[in-house]
């Protein structure tokens, strides 16, 4: 081939790949949450952080990272939960910075600063409108800049500033090594910090913000109710559908079908839909098996709308009819739900609801003859009553006294595997109730009690 000919060859590849990309294609940016947490409340929840901390101090909350499944193929993007409840931006490469002090950047004081790529046409091809720094101003945040400005003012403005907190641990109360952080951008800012500011306190213990989380306030109750309500119908349509011999991954699908037909963007965490002895491991989501007519099926799986999740469990027995056994069973753990409901008061300690049913279902399983000793109880109940809910299903919180406008599971169990030292009888029964529960002024407030709770309840709605 002559050079000329050569040269026209790439002009024309040149302008055929220009040409992939019509001129003057302008996307139209929608945010995704229309019914959602007002702006305003964000920039309170801004304001009430920043307020309690000093003001040589700085605090960052970056997005969650996209995690790469495969060459282009990402996994489903989730983000950070304590960085979407201080911005109520949902998208990645993103960050937020409070200066309690405030910060002087191109001849203006801001207190909050946000981080966020620029618009981008050629990407948007690809992923549709995203966030630009002109849309970003809904949100309320004082400044915003480009993300790839991030690091330089970082670095410029951390003199004079004694500790930097980051908000990237889910809770403070579990000591994650940091080897393991699943932040991998917050983790090398900090190396990077480490470095250049051998004296400054770099903290990611946020108390204020987990027990900011910790009450939720009108709009995320609203939110959470939505939540459950779908998942409710969802538990329903599966309970309704259940016969001897059906999968459990189509019973799965049954209840995922309708949380999204319902409007749910996702599940809160990857659905338990164990039969048998598979009700019997805690957290059970391989879900092939086939049922057997006779199995229990212990259903854990709530939806996730707008970013809150449900939290929910009922037992069912497959063929709709639980045996006398499974039923006996079955009215310890409501027992044990109902007791520990009542202490789900203001201003009991956290503990107080997994106590009280702790003690019935000790109590109920002696007189069995299943236990003898109360340090066996741990082989058939091995887990806490109660967590948070909220923006992730294991919501973080102070673990002091309850809260008004806290919302926790109570989610007490008996899970008797085959082999276990008791009677054959009671072997390959699993079962968990789990109820989300709003602490009140006027007490608990149950916001799953419409699903059927009781073997009578559950048997006439299968029978439907
Ligand atoms: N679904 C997880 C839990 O109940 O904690
Ligand atoms: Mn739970
Ligand atoms: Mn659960």
């Known amino acids: 081939m002559k050079f000329t000919q050569y040269c026209l060859l790439v002009l024309i590849c040149l302008s055929a790949l220009t040409q992939a990309q019509p001129p003057n294609i302008s996307y139209t940016y929608e945010y995704p949450y229309v019914d959602g947490i007002p702006f305003f409340r964000y920039k309170e929840r801004r304001e009430m952080l920043r307020n309690s901390h000093g003001e040589k101090s700085l605090i960052i909350s970056l997005s969650a990272d996209i995690r790469n499944r495969q060459n282009d193929v990402n996994h489903p993007y989730r983000q950070s939960s304590n960085f979407l409840y201080l911005t109520g931006m949902p998208y990645p490469q993103s960050a937020l910075i409070l200066a309690p002090g405030g910060i002087m950047h191109e001849g203006k004081v801001s207190k909050e600063f946000l981080f966020i790529n620029p618009r981008n046409s050629s990407k948007e091809a690809w992923e549709g409108a995203l966030m630009g720094i002109e849309e970003a101003k809904m949100l309320g945040i004082e400044t915003i800049l480009p993300y790839s400005d991030l690091k330089t003012f970082v670095m410029e403005h951390l003199k004079g500033k004694d500790t930097i907190y980051f908000t990237g641990l889910p809770t403070a109360n579990i000591p994650i090594p940091l080897a393991e952080k699943p932040f991998s951008v917050e983790q090398n ?11 400054l306190y770099i903290k990611t213990s946020l108390q204020k913000l987990i027990a900011m989380r910790e009450i939720k306030d009108a709009d ?114 409501l027992e044990a739900a109902d007791s520990a409901i009542l202490e789900s008061k203001i201003g009991n300690p956290f503990r107080a609801p997994h106590n009280a049913a702790r003690k019935v279902i000790l109590k109920r399983l002696q007189a069995l003859g299943i236990i003898e000793k109360e340090d066996q109880l741990k082989w058939y109940f091995m887990h806490g009553t109660s967590h948070y809910l909220g923006l992730d299903v294991h919501d973080p919180g102070t673990g ?44 608990p407030l149950n916001l799953s009690e419409a699903l059927p709770r009781t073997t009578d309840g559950i048997e006439k709605l299968m029978k439907k």
């Open 189 to 199: 800012l900090k190396e990077e910090l480490h470095k250049s500011f051998p004296d």
């Open 220 to 333: 995320e109750i609203r939110l959470m109710k939505k939540a459950i309500d779908i998942s409710l119908e969802g538990h329903v349509s599966a309970m309704k559908q259940a016969k001897a011999g059906i999968t459990e991954y189509e019973l799965e699908a049954m209840m995922e079908y309708t949380f999204k037909k319902e409007g749910a963007e996702d599940i809160g965490y990857s659905s338990i839909m164990g039969a048998g002895y598979n009700a019997c491991i805690l957290h059970y989501n391989s879900n092939r098996k086939a049922t057997l007519n006779g199995d229990l099926v212990l259903a854990d799986c709530g939806a996730e709308y707008q970013n809150y999740t449900a939290d929910i469990t009922r037992t069912f027995p497959v063929n709709g009819t639980f045996s006398p056994d499974q039923k006996t069973l079955y009215d310890i753990v």
């Open 400 to 443: 002091g006294t309850l809260k008004d406008g806290s919302i926790i599971t109570v989610e007490p169990g008996i899970y008797i595997p085959p082999g276990s030292p008791c009677d054959k009888r009671w072997w390959n029964i699993g079962i968990r109730i789990e109820d989300d529960i709003l602490i009140t002024q006027q007490g």
